[in-house]
């Protein structure tokens, strides 16, 4: 058996903001599977990243609302060191 690896570039379709966005659509199916508890702490932990991630995007497109609710749902499923976010969310805003 023989494999191909692919290396990832800049211009890979797993660094577009697609990509990243969809992480979050994404996990919350894979979480309501049965999961052994450490590959469930794991996956928990990558949706709060992936949350995260999302809201940043959000919040460059200048979805400020949408940034909110990503975030917040971040912290919700343990996100809490994303919590200095909470400041760049409170400082668009005052734009």
Do not use: Q
Request: glycine fraction near 4%; include cysteine.
């Amino acid at each position: 058996m023989t494999y191909r690896i692919y290396k990832d570039n800049p211009f890979s379709v797993s660094r577009s903001v697609e990509y990243e966005k969809a992480a979050a659509d994404f996990l919350p199916h894979v979480l309501k599977l049965p999961l052994d508890p450490p590959v469930r702490r794991r996956l928990e932990s990558r949706y709060a990243v992936a949350l995260n991630t999302r809201a940043v995007h959000e919040l460059a497109e200048g979805k400020v609302l949408n940034a909110w609710a990503s975030h917040w749902k971040c912290l919700r499923h343990g996100g809490w060191r994303f919590l200095p976010f909470t400041r760049r969310l409170l400082w668009a805003e005052r734009r």
